[in-house]
């Protein structure tokens, strides 16, 4: 789930090569539960028809400013009145010209000046139109307005030349318009730190010690958190997945780098959420050449150490630290057990075969008094959000 489930969003479509990307971004926005007006210019028109949009959003796709009145429609009125969010993307030089001086010469502008809603803007233009200082003014005068910029980014524009001015991907504007449209959530004004991945620990140059984590839950706890309003420092494993919206990820590869990063992450944070699979042990010594199997017969043992227990060993008052407990057996024993072993304030339980690698999570959160609330299967998205909640709880508590 999302914060988007629920949203009116007025989507501006104004005239750029990189309209296309905007009928995917209609279609992400709506998968994630949004309603989408869209409001397609004149000069968009001439990239794109409104059919696409129409059969995407299920929703009239407006034009002109003129367009017929019906009872409960008063053109621009109703669309800039009644949205949570408007976002122009594509925004060429001129709408973001018009919309800095308040002109409205067309329906998507007139529709922006009847809204109190936020402006998420999406420029994209050639890299000469987009440093020019009038460009630049514009989007300085939005941003002082509360308005947030995303993008442009680097690479081959449409004059087959590399710049700046390329519109930013549909995937990461619906994680902008997250950030939007969650900042007045419950964890307002809090930092949340959130671990995730497994950990890989070196045996040679080559080889390591692993786990199959593949860091979906902590990598959703940290949307959801975004989704609430919060600042989140994602103290990550290897992994293949993208970096929520707004999220401050650091990268590390061994349990004691995670330590490092968490340790100093923590400072001034108010929540950490250590969902990675940290390893227990690692190799004594890394070896400085590949291991060779002529060199070493038969078998192979391996010398390893304990790593340090990373949440055990940080904290300060105040700091809420909540827990994963991936078991194969007893789980309820076990969490409550790393509960008081690891002074936590809450653990979430699961089972270690059917959680990893999977896209659903079936948990069983167990508190310090005992209490231990087992929730059905659901999506990692649904479990972070459900987790995010509580979290809100204990803060506010
Ligand atoms: O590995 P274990 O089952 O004890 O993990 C329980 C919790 O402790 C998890 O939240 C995990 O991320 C954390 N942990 C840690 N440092 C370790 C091992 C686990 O912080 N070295």
Redesign the pocket.
């Known amino acids: 789930m999302s914060i988007l489930r629920g949203a009116r969003i007025l989507l501006g479509i104004t005239g750029g090569v990189a309209a296309h990307k905007s009928v995917d971004l209609a279609s992400k926005l709506v998968q994630q539960g949004a309603t989408v007006d869209v409001v397609l210019t004149d000069a968009a028109r001439n990239f794109l028809g409104p059919a696409g949009l129409q059969a995407i959003t299920r929703r009239p796709v407006y034009g002109s400013v003129f367009e017929p009145w019906t009872a409960d429609f008063a053109g621009h009125i109703t669309l800039g009145e009644e949205s949570d969010l408007l976002i122009v993307a594509p925004a060429t030089v001129n709408v973001v010209a018009e919309l800095a001086l308040g002109l409205a010469p067309d329906m998507l502008t007139t529709a922006a000046l009847a809204s109190t809603a936020p402006l998420l803007i999406a420029p994209a233009m050639e890299d000469t139109m987009f440093r020019h200082p009038a460009m630049q003014q514009n989007l300085e005068t939005l941003r002082a307005r509360g308005a947030m910029v995303v993008g442009p980014e680097s690479g081959r524009l449409a004059s087959g030349e590399q710049g700046i001015g390329r519109m930013s991907e549909p995937a990461t504007i619906v994680g902008a318009a997250r950030k939007i449209l969650g900042r007045n959530g419950i964890l307002q004004g809090r930092r949340i730190v959130v671990?995730a991945g497994g950990t890989r620990e070196a045996l040679d140059p080559v080889r390591y010690l692993g786990n199959r984590s593949t860091g979906l839950m902590g990598y959703a706890i940290a949307q959801s958190a975004i989704d609430a309003g919060a600042a989140v420092t994602l103290v990550s494993g290897p992994t293949s997945l993208d970096t929520p919206y707004g999220a401050e990820r650091i990268d590390v590869q061994t349990?004691v780098e995670?330590?490092e990063a968490?340790t100093e992450a923590v400072n001034g944070a108010d929540v950490i959420?250590?969902?990675?699979?940290?390893?227990?042990y690692r190799p004594n010594a890394v070896r400085s050449e590949k291991i060779k199997k002529s060199e070493l017969g038969a078998t192979l043992s391996l010398d390893l150490v304990?790593?340090?227990?990373?949440?055990?060993?940080i904290g300060h008052d105040g700091l809420i630290k909540?827990?994963?407990?991936?078991?194969t057996s007893n789980l309820v024993e076990?969490a409550q057990r790393?509960l008081r072993e690891?002074g936590?304030h809450l653990?979430?339980a699961n089972n270690a075969e059917q959680a990893i690698g999977s896209r659903d999570n079936q948990v069983t959160l167990v508190w310090p008094n005992g209490d231990v609330d087992q929730l059905p299967l659901m999506p990692k998205s649904d479990v972070a959000e459900l987790v995010i909640e509580r979290v809100g709880t204990l803060l506010a508590g």
């Open positions: 671990t349990a995670m330590k968490v959420i250590m969902s990675a699979a940290v390893a227990d304990t790593n340090p227990d990373i949440i055990a060993s909540i827990g994963f407990a991936a078991e076990h790393k690891k936590l653990v979430v």
